[in-house]
């Protein structure tokens, strides 16, 4: 459909999974900034885990200021496409080119290294959010039912997930196939390969949705001065005034710090506890695998019960299965594959309800302020991810050296025992937080759309 509509109509399945689609674009960039890029700043870039580690939180840092900019924009560009659309289709080619330009491998000092990874990582989160958060925006315009977004939650992660599969099955064969770190471009045409993907994904998610006008006229228009320190302002009020929507924020702050030392430690695990670097480029995607199985499966049990009450369920399951990984000591691939998937098949719930909850605060905040600001939500919330997975890296780089890793040897036995520790132990205060974070979350099914009927 060329430009906007009037209304908000009920989604075809047709239209769900048209818009859920484009999370596989996303995830073919995510999932290696989040599984890949850190082992490949240690292990082949030869940088220091404590500087690669200062380079994921400065750039969060940087991404999360850039992404209430960006959300801002977005919600103040009009055009006959819609405000969000056109982002998809202009900026998506950016975002391919930033993707390679990150993975260039320059035989230079640390000081060098650290200054390129920097200024290349931020290069890319930018772009990455110029097209994600107006992307993100778009789940909030295209249903205002409560049921219909666990669904699309649901469908956005199978997406994500099969997105996250292919890259990390397919980059480190590409890479194999390329000659290996034979030469500096090696990785970078992995990456122009993969990241072309993407493009089709996007455009399918463009043609699929519509954006109804008078949501998009509840937002100001026009960009100027005043109307920059205008949004600054209510942007401030949104996140004030709107508990839910701080009570997200909170968990995916802790969600995102604590779950994905799980996720980001995964390859050092396999190559180093396992001892079967062969098996990275399998058991990294079996996880993702795993996750893809699952989010449906969460994704109905939000619209059969409720958000907050699946929400719990995970952290119970999260609890017993981050407990058994710690606890169990084998190096059996096929144990491990089974506790990995445990994990993932509980971890995967945070970003479903993460997903399914943003949008209905997107009208919490319309009814108490008067305006929606679809995409500053989206913007504060990526603001939150990204200062939690900044934070992570940092953490990360600096528990990797105090247990003293050390790249491309083996690890001795307290350095594996820390390893399986960072993995599991900080996950299970997570899991904690997070349950009382989540135990008064106000937002059901029936207040919901009780609030929709109210705006």
């Given at each position: 459909?060329?430009?906007p509509?009037?209304?908000?109509?009920?989604?075809?399945?047709?239209?769900?999974?048209?818009?859920?689609?484009?999370?596989?674009?996303?995830?073919?960039?995510?999932?290696?900034?989040?599984?890949?890029?850190?082992?490949?700043?240690?292990?082949?870039?030869?940088?220091?885990?404590?500087?690669?580690?200062?380079?994921?939180?400065?750039?969060?840092?940087?991404?999360?200021?850039?992404?209430?900019?960006?959300?801002a924009?977005?919600?103040?560009t009009?055009?006959?496409?819609?405000?969000?659309r056109?982002?998809?289709?202009?900026?998506?080619?950016?975002?391919?080119?930033?993707?390679?330009?990150?993975?260039?491998?320059?035989?230079?000092?640390?000081?060098?290294?650290?200054?390129?990874?920097?200024?290349?990582?931020?290069?890319?989160?930018?772009?990455y959010?110029?097209?994600?958060?107006?992307?993100?925006?778009?789940?909030?315009?295209?249903?205002?039912?409560?049921?219909?977004r666990?669904?699309?939650?649901?469908?956005?992660?199978?997406?994500?997930?099969?997105?996250?599969?292919?890259?990390?099955?397919?980059?480190?064969?590409?890479?194999?196939?390329?000659?290996?770190?034979a030469?500096?471009?090696?990785?970078?045409?992995?990456?122009?390969?993969?990241?072309?993907?993407?493009?089709?994904?996007?455009?399918?998610?463009f043609?699929?949705?519509?954006?109804?006008?008078?949501?998009?006229?509840?937002?100001?228009?026009?960009l100027?001065?005043?109307?920059?320190?205008?949004?600054?302002?209510?942007?401030?009020?949104?996140?004030?005034?709107?508990?839910?929507?701080?009570?997200?924020?909170?968990?995916?702050?802790?969600?995102?710090?604590?779950?994905?030392?799980?996720?980001?430690?995964?390859?050092?695990?396999?190559?180093?506890?396992?001892?079967?670097?062969d098996?990275?480029?399998?058991l990294?995607?079996?996880?993702?695998?795993?996750?893809?199985?699952?989010?449906?499966?969460?994704?109905?049990?939000?619209?059969?019960?409720?958000?907050?009450?699946?929400?719990?369920?995970?952290?119970?399951?999260?609890?017993?299965?981050?407990?058994?990984?710690?606890?169990?000591?084998?190096?059996?691939p096929v144990?491990?594959?089974?506790l990995?998937?445990?994990?993932?098949?509980?971890?995967?719930?945070?970003?479903?309800?993460?997903?399914?909850m943003?949008?209905?605060?997107?009208?919490?905040?319309?009814?108490?302020?008067?305006?929606?600001?679809?995409?500053?939500?989206?913007?504060?919330?990526?603001?939150?991810?990204?200062?939690?997975?900044?934070?992570?890296?940092?953490?990360?780089?600096?528990?990797?050296?105090?247990?003293?890793?050390?790249?491309?040897?083996?690890?001795?036995?307290?350095?594996?025992?820390?390893?399986?520790?960072?993995?599991?132990l900080i996950?299970?205060?997570?899991?904690?937080?997070?349950?009382?974070?989540?135990w008064?979350?106000?937002?059901?099914?029936?207040?919901?759309?009780?609030?929709?009927?109210?705006?």
């Amino acid at each position: 459909m060329d430009g906007p509509v009037s209304e908000v109509r009920p989604l075809t399945r047709s239209r769900m999974l048209g818009w859920a689609a484009g999370d596989f674009g996303f995830n073919i960039f995510w999932q290696a900034l989040n599984l890949l890029m850190l082992p490949f700043y240690t292990d082949v870039l030869g940088l220091d885990a404590r500087l690669a580690g200062t380079v994921f939180l400065i750039a969060s840092l940087w991404d999360g200021f850039a992404d209430t900019v960006i959300g801002a924009i977005a919600d103040r560009t009009r055009t006959r496409w819609g405000s969000y659309r056109p982002y998809l289709i202009f900026a998506s080619p950016v975002l391919v080119g930033a993707f390679m330009v990150a993975f260039l491998t320059p035989n230079w000092d640390q000081g060098g290294l650290f200054l390129y990874a920097l200024v290349s990582q931020v290069f890319l989160r930018t772009a990455y959010s110029v097209v994600s958060i107006p992307y993100s925006s778009l789940s909030a315009r295209i249903s205002q039912d409560p049921d219909e977004r666990s669904s699309m939650a649901g469908w956005r992660m199978v997406f994500a997930f099969s997105g996250g599969a292919v890259v990390t099955f397919a980059m480190p064969r590409l890479v194999e196939g390329l000659g290996g770190g034979a030469s500096n471009t090696t990785y970078v045409i992995a990456a122009g390969l993969v990241g072309i993907v993407s493009l089709p994904f996007f455009w399918l998610t463009f043609a699929s949705t519509h954006e109804p006008v008078r949501l998009a006229e509840a937002n100001p228009r026009g960009l100027s001065l005043r109307g920059s320190v205008e949004d600054m302002g209510a942007s401030w009020r949104m996140v004030r005034e709107n508990g839910p929507l701080l009570r997200v924020f909170a968990c995916i702050i802790v969600s995102s710090l604590a779950f994905t030392m799980t996720n980001k430690c995964l390859v050092y695990y396999v190559t180093y506890y396992l001892a079967r670097p062969d098996l990275v480029s399998s058991l990294v995607p079996f996880a993702l695998v795993v996750n893809l199985a699952f989010a449906p499966l969460w994704a109905m049990l939000a619209r059969l019960t409720s958000k907050r009450r699946c929400w719990l369920l995970a952290n119970a399951l999260s609890a017993v299965t981050y407990t058994a990984f710690f606890l169990i000591p084998t190096r059996d691939p096929v144990v491990a594959a089974f506790l990995i998937g445990a994990i993932s098949a509980g971890n995967v719930a945070y970003q479903v309800l993460f997903w399914a909850m943003l949008p209905d605060t997107v009208e919490y905040n319309a009814w108490k302020t008067g305006q929606r600001h679809d995409a500053k939500v989206f913007g504060f919330a990526s603001f939150a991810k990204q200062l939690a997975l900044g934070l992570n890296g940092a953490l990360l780089g600096l528990m990797l050296t105090l247990i003293g890793y050390v790249p491309n040897v083996p690890q001795s036995a307290m350095t594996l025992l820390g390893l399986k520790a960072v993995m599991a132990l900080i996950p299970l205060f997570g899991v904690a937080i997070s349950a009382a974070l989540i135990w008064h979350y106000p937002l059901d099914q029936a207040r919901h759309r009780q609030i929709v009927a109210e705006t």
